[in-house]
């Protein structure tokens, strides 16, 4: 079994979903947080977009090294800037991964803490990983927004808030 056609199909699918929840972003409640450890809301949604990089970058390095700087927060204050980043993040790795073949999945990748690997994955385990973190993220961004009321797109069928299963 190949596995870039389902991660093309994936990335897709999730952009999707996730453009529908950044419609909804709140503005005006970019520093909201459920808790003095929660992200702010629009930290939380700038990393999401971010992620949708990801590939791109996983394909393009071998490492992610937080101790040299290779990370640089992207800070963002509105929800056109979001829907931006999400667009041009996702269309560049969509790019990406219409250009690989499946063996340059089998690369290695790694988060790193100058020496210390914090993480290491082949670079198809990587970008499942990222797609993992979209889905794990975009439901705490769900909570935020069920806490103040905004009404919830659905993810991967109707939410409480569409259709039939309206309350």
Same mark, same amino acid.
């Given at each position: 079994?190949?596995? &870039?056609?389902? !991660?093309?199909?994936? &990335? ?28 702010? &809301?629009?930290? /939380? ?18 490492? !992610? ?16 800037? /979001? ?6 993040? *996702? ?6 991964? =219409?250009?690989?073949?499946? =063996?340059? !999945? ?24 990222? /797609? ?8 705490? !961004? ?9 009404? &919830?797109?659905?993810? *991967? ?11």
């Amino acid at each position: 079994m190949e596995n &870039l056609p389902q !991660l093309r199909k994936e &990335l897709t699918e999730e952009y999707e979903t996730t453009k529908r929840f950044f419609a909804e972003f709140p503005e005006g409640m970019n520093d909201y947080a459920p808790h003095e450890k929660s992200m702010k &809301l629009m930290s /939380l949604a700038t990393h999401i977009a971010e992620i949708f990089g990801w590939p791109d970058f996983m394909m393009n390095t071998e490492k !992610l090294d937080f101790a040299a700087g290779d990370y640089k927060p992207t800070f963002l204050n509105s929800r056109a800037e /979001l829907l931006e980043k999400l667009e041009n993040d *996702y269309q560049k790795s969509r790019e990406t991964l =219409e250009k690989i073949k499946e =063996e340059d !999945l089998e690369g290695h990748w790694s988060i790193n803490m100058g020496e210390k690997v914090i993480n290491a994955f082949c670079k198809y385990g990587a970008i499942r990983h990222a /797609l993992n973190q979209v889905t794990h993220h975009r439901a705490q !961004l769900g909570v935020y927004y069920r806490l103040n009321d905004i009404p &919830l797109p659905g993810s *991967y069928g109707p939410s409480a808030d569409e259709g039939d299963f309206a309350i």
